[in-house]
């Protein structure tokens, strides 16, 4: 009985896993329709910093491209609690305040999470 219990958790996880990488092939097809280019998690964050910010430039520094992927992922977790926006500077640029720490993540948990708060990202902005 005890396998049967442990068969069907490594299912249900299994398929949640599936279900999210599927979710994630049709952002990534949706972006590549708009931007005509297959977007890596840095240009789907680089995005998203922008469209926080509304920062755009003809030429953007590698700090500037830094500070809008922070931006992005402050916003992300913002969603599930672990930051806060305390408000904004006089340039229009949002400053977090961390509230709680990440969990202690393996690199495929970790990118695992952050496509999760990115796709939710993309569903409450209804794209």
């Not at 402050?74 to 229009?92: A, I, R």
Request: with cysteine; aromatic share 14%.
């Amino acid at each position: 009985m005890v396998f049967g219990k442990f068969k069907a958790a490594i299912f249900a996880t299994m398929q949640a896993k599936d279900d999210l990488q599927t979710r994630w092939w049709a952002l990534e097809a949706k972006l590549m329709k708009r931007f005509n280019k297959k977007p890596d998690m840095e240009a789907i964050l680089f995005l998203i910093g922008v469209q926080e910010t509304g920062f755009i430039k003809e030429k953007i520094t590698k700090e500037q491209k830094q500070d809008l992927m922070h931006v992005a992922i402050c916003t992300l977790f913002e969603q599930s609690g672990y930051y806060e926006q305390e408000g904004k500077d006089v340039d229009g640029w949002p400053h977090f305040r961390q509230l709680k720490s990440l969990p202690p993540f393996s690199a495929i948990e970790q990118e695992n999470f952050m496509k999760d708060h990115i796709l939710l990202y993309f569903e409450n902005h209804n794209f």
